[in-house]
Each structure stands twice: as structure tokens, then as C-alpha cells.
């Protein structure tokens, strides 16, 4: 089973609009990250937060982090067509990596 | 450096042969794990190598599979007697140190088994 559940499952929005994703997870973890994947291509890692963090910026992108919840959100601003993509958590409760199904944004002209 | 290079990109094989699969990582990365994903999913963690040291190898699915890294750069993923359920995307990362845990990660290799 997998350690993180994102939602929604697929997402689409103008341009110009916001994109939030959420994650849940299960098990305790040292941080929480997020990766980028775009159709054919492998992941390319997007931020890290640690599990005493609350929240963390990284130009466009905004990721909160709430422990007692077990959940992280995804916040990208201002989307732009390139950011059609899906979009992972991973976290490694134990000595392992382990990833949501994903959220599929689709950013429409 | 170059980022982490997989090749074939694609393979198609026929029910039963063997394949293998290459990973190249980011030079100087001790570090290196394979995934498999399926269409629309994420990631599936299958092993992980810290220099040629296997310390992990929970996730492969079954004995038909099997990965090396002798001299713990350049690995290798082998899949024998490949069943259609092993059509996947396998994907490589490498990090520059466990605990790091950023991992970067090379565009795959798409599995097709006829």
C-alpha cells in the first residue's frame, strides 16, 4: 500500500489560475518531498520540508506541512501551461521512498 | 555533471525472454534506486543500492528479478522470463547520500511485454 494519498486525482485550470493539491500520508516522517513529473519524462524533485516545518516557499510554488494531520498541500500561483504535469508526494517512513498515485494538473490556455 | 541516463528508453520484448536495464547515475551519487511505475501511478519502490551494496531489495516483485551494481556506479535491473504484467516504466534515481533523500531521477525505461 502506498505510504501517500494525494488528492485530487486530476485537476485542470485556466492559466493565470492557482493549482492546490493535498497529500496525506500514514506513518511519521523526518520530511515530506515533492516531484514533478511531465508525460514521457522522469520525476524532477520540486521542494523538501521537514517535519518541523510549517510551511516553505520556492518562487511560484507554496508547500504547508501539518504533522498532526498527517497531510501536505501544494500550492502553485499564477500557473502557466508548463505546469501541466502530475504532481507527487513522497515521504520515507523507513528506509524506503515511497510515493502517492499523484495529482494530474492540466493547465489550459 | 550529466543527469542520470537509463537506457534502452524502450523495450519491447516477447513473454519469456530476459531483459536488462541500465542506470547510469550522476557521477559521485552513492546512492541509487529503481522503480517501477505503472500507467497513471506513482513510483513503486523496488530496490536500493548504497555504493555496490544492496540494502534493499523489498520491493522487487518477485525472484525473476534482480539488481547489481558491482562497482557501485553503473547498475543494472534484470528481468527474467518477463510476464505481460512487468510492462511498465522503470525508473532510475540517484542521490548524493541517504540522508539527503533529494533524489534525481533518469526518464525511464518503457517495458513492453507481447
Known amino acids: 500500500s502506498q505510504q501517500g494519498e494525494e488528492d485530487p486525482q486530476a485537476l485542470s485550470i485556466q492559466e493565470g489560475e492557482n493549482a492546490t493539491m493535498n497529500c496525506s500520508y500514514k506513518t511519521s516522517i523526518n520530511n515530506l518531498q515533492w516531484y514533478r513529473q511531465n508525460s514521457g519524462r522522469g520525476l524532477v524533485h520540486l521542494i523538501l520540508i521537514r517535519s518541523n516545518e510549517r510551511e516553505k516557499h520556492s518562487g511560484r510554488l507554496r508547500v504547508t506541512l501539518d504533522t498532526s494531520k498527517k497531510s501536505s498541500s501544494l500550492l502553485i500561483t499564477a500557473s502557466r501551461a508548463a505546469d501541466t504535469a502530475s504532481y507527487f508526494c513522497?515521504?520515507?517512513?523507513?528506509?524506503?521512498?515511497?510515493f502517492g498515485p499523484g495529482t494530474r494538473l492540466s493547465v489550459l490556455p | 555533471g550529466a543527469g542520470v541516463s537509463q537506457s534502452p528508453r524502450y523495450k519491447v520484448a516477447k513473454r519469456g525472454q530476459d531483459v536488462a536495464l541500465r542506470c547510469d547515475p550522476i557521477?559521485?551519487?552513492?546512492?541509487l534506486f529503481w522503480y517501477q511505475q505503472a500507467l497513471g501511478q506513482g513510483p513503486e519502490f523496488l530496490t536500493y543500492f548504497q555504493n555496490e551494496a544492496q540494502l534493499d531489495k523489498s520491493g522487487l516483485p518477485s525472484d525473476r528479478f534482480f539488481a547489481e551494481r558491482p562497482e557501485g556506479s553503473v547498475s543494472t535491473l534484470k528481468i527474467q522470463r518477463t510476464q505481460q504484467e512487468d510492462s511498465a516504466v522503470y525508473l532510475c534515481?540517484?542521490?548524493?547520500?541517504?540522508?539527503?533523500?533529494?533524489?534525481?531521477f533518469g526518464a525511464g525505461t518503457r517495458l513492453s511485454v507481447l
Open positions: 557521477s559521485g551519487h552513492v546512492s
Open positions: 534515481a540517484s542521490s548524493w547520500r541517504r540522508m539527503e533523500n533529494i533524489q534525481y
Open positions: 513522497a515521504t520515507a517512513p523507513g528506509q524506503n521512498f515511497v
